[in-house]
């Protein structure tokens, strides 16, 4: 069955501090990972990672993916209040796009 | 026990066809949605529902039509079918519509419109 995990579920900081969120995932047919920020409405698209090793990065925002051992991380420096925000993680497969989400990390900051 | 469940998984069809995409949720929430997924992988939220009664009607068109039995199932009728329409579609629930309330994501239906 697939999975995709993530952790921890929720977290709490305070500005100025770095996190780091994590997401592994047992999936058949592996194609793609992705991050979105969730704070209203629609998920923000963040990253899509396919191939290992190679760091995306965005501002404050990095992550990384390791298919070796089938996790990805997000990590956020320097964090703001306005990082705060449900983070999920996505994982295609196959070549019709199908999607798992994880659960996702809900991430506090606190000025 | 799968939490968000649609059927169906994948959708081919003509141009001009009417077609119906179901969504249930077995985790008590009352609120549900519908998004959109474009080529570059970003989510557009659709519609809302909360215990059956619509909240958020983005800007679709309104040849897509929410129908929402009762607050574990939204299903999504979508009329006269357009290539644009090709997609994958989520339906996502969550426990109440407070912007803060986790939303938990089915697993997509791709639709292509020939």
């Known amino acids: 069955e697939d999975k995709v995990v993530q952790s921890p579920l929720s977290l709490v900081v305070h500005e100025g501090d770095t996190v780091t969120l994590n997401c592994s995932y047992e999936?058949?047919?592996?194609?793609?990972l992705l991050w979105y920020k969730q704070e209203k409405k629609a998920p923000t698209f963040l990253f899509m990672l396919?191939?290992?090793?190679i760091e995306k990065k965005s501002g404050r925002l990095s992550s990384i993916l390791d298919k070796k051992e089938l996790f990805s991380i997000l990590n956020i420096t320097a964090t703001q209040t306005g990082d705060s925000a449900v983070y999920l993680c996505?994982?295609?497969?196959?070549?019709?796009?199908?999607?798992?989400f994880g659960a996702g990390t809900r991430l506090t900051v606190k000025p | 026990d799968t939490a968000v469940s649609q059927t169906p998984k994948y959708l081919v069809t003509q141009m001009g066809n009417d077609k119906s995409i179901k969504c249930e949720q077995n985790?008590?929430?009352?609120?549900m949605y519908w998004y959109k997924q474009d080529s570059k992988k970003f989510l557009k939220i659709m519609f809302s529902?909360?215990?059956?009664?619509?909240?958020i009607n983005e800007t679709v068109p309104n040849r897509f039509s929410p129908k929402s039995p009762d607050k574990a199932h939204l299903n999504l009728h979508i009329n006269s079918l357009e290539l644009g329409d090709s997609a994958v579609y989520f339906c996502?629930?969550?426990?109440?519509?407070?912007?803060?309330?986790?939303?938990?994501f089915g697993p997509g239906t791709r639709l292509t419109v020939l």
């Open positions: 396919t191939s290992s090793g």
């Open positions: 985790l008590g929430h009352d609120t």
């Open positions: 996505a994982v295609e497969k196959g070549n019709n796009n199908d999607m798992r």
């Open positions: 996502a629930s969550s426990q109440a519509v407070q912007s803060t309330d986790t939303q938990y």
């Open positions: 529902y909360n215990n059956k009664e619509l909240i």
């Open positions: 999936v058949t047919n592996f194609r793609s």
